[in-house]
């Protein structure tokens, strides 16, 4: 059977390509995708273990594959397209603080809470020249919008995420998050739940530049 291989960010650097075509024994379970990959490109495997995820959901090793599936290798996420509605969105655009505010505002809400993430100047000890945002687009917006309807159910909040990709400068905006709800606990803790979890289960990945090179960043600092 075949199957369809998409890498990301450092992996895809790591191989050379970002989508291929495998060729598997029928009933083969995503370890034995994985086998595959990393023997003709063992780049990948050297930060540690990989994620994978089938038809845009994470999935474990011994997960079967069928013909025609999609296997993405996720790197470790830092956290374009629009995605499906205005309050969530991963763009090549600038975001706007006014349209995440206007996403989440309703009269029923007394407190809105927003976190603003922007390119910083240093990092590492490092002066930073730009970031460059990557996405896993369509998977990335699914996951927002999980991460999203169960905040604002557990919180009784209403949740935008935005988030930019492509190359950003110093003092860019890269993410804009809010939360809005009845009355301020219940803001914050959603609106800190949000960015937490987006940062560390969506598919969007940087590179940093700095005079030295560049690299991709993998933890979440």
């Given at each position: 059977m075949r199957i369809d291989v998409r890498l990301f960010a450092s992996y895809r650097d790591a191989a050379g390509v970002s989508r291929f075509e495998l060729?598997?024994?029928?009933?083969?379970?995503?370890?034995d995708a994985l086998a595959a990959i990393v023997g003709k490109h063992p780049g990948i495997a050297r930060?540690?273990?990989?994620?994978?995820?089938r038809n845009r959901e994470y999935v474990d090793a011994d997960s079967q594959l069928a013909e025609g599936d999609e296997l993405a290798l996720i790197p470790p996420v830092s956290?374009?397209?629009?995605?499906?509605?205005?309050?969530?969105?991963?763009?090549?655009?600038r975001l706007s603080i006014d349209a995440v505010l206007d996403a989440v505002q309703a009269p029923e809400h007394g407190g809105i809470v927003v976190f603003i993430g922007t390119v910083r100047e240093r990092n590492r000890g490092q002066r930073v020249t730009r970031l460059d945002y990557e996405a896993y687009p369509e998977m990335a917006a699914a996951k927002m919008h999980e991460?999203?309807?169960?905040?604002?159910?557990?919180h009784g909040a209403r949740i935008a995420m935005h988030h930019r990709v492509g190359e950003l400068d110093v003092g860019e905006m890269?993410?804009?998050?809010?939360?809005a709800a009845a009355h301020r606990d219940a803001a914050f803790a959603a609106a800190r739940a949000a960015i937490d979890e987006l940062k560390s289960v969506v598919p969007i990945w940087k590179k940093e530049h700095t005079d030295d090179g560049s690299v991709w960043?993998?933890?979440?600092?």
């Open positions: 060729e598997l024994a029928p009933g083969a379970a995503v370890r930060g540690g273990r990989v994620l994978t995820a956290g374009g397209v629009t995605a499906r509605e205005d309050r969530i969105q991963v763009t090549d655009t991460i999203a309807a169960r905040l604002e159910s557990r890269a993410v804009i998050v809010a939360a960043i993998e933890d979440h600092a």
